[in-house]
Nanobody, 127 residues
């Protein structure tokens, strides 16, 4: 059984930083592609960043240059380093993992409900 647990969400002021973590437990093939997503109240889910098994990354334009996705050597813990946070980054952040080819590993186009998802961690940025 695959399980993902996010942590690290908090309330910060604009310009601040946070690092989110997501621990994946389960069989390795289920984390061939991992990603971070966010959803603000009243808005659609947004794919923030994704990373393949080999470490290739893709970012949404809204976070490029500010957020960095990474994972530990074992590939079991996913991170999202968020710098220069803005009020518009306020959202519930989720991680997901799936068996997906590298060419398809893109959080911006992740099929709804595909793969395994965590329960989310709240990030609030005040101005």
């Amino acid at each position: 059984q695959v399980r993902l647990v996010e942590s690290g969400g908090d309330s910060v002021q604009a310009g601040g930083s946070l690092r989110l973590s997501c621990v994946h437990s389960g069989y390795a093939r289920s984390r061939e592609c991992m990603g971070w997503f966010r959803q603000a109240p009243g808005k659609e889910r947004e794919g923030v960043a994704s990373i393949t098994r080999d470490g290739s990354t893709i970012y949404a334009d809204s976070v490029k240059g500010r957020f960095t996705i990474s994972k530990d050597n074992a590939g079991t813990t996913l991170y999202l380093q968020m710098n220069n946070l803005k009020p518009e980054d306020t959202a519930m952040y989720y991680c997901a993992a799936a068996l997906m080819s590298p060419n398809d590993c893109d959080a911006r186009y992740w099929p709804p409900s595909f793969g395994n998802w965590g329960q989310g961690t709240q990030v609030t940025v005040s101005s």
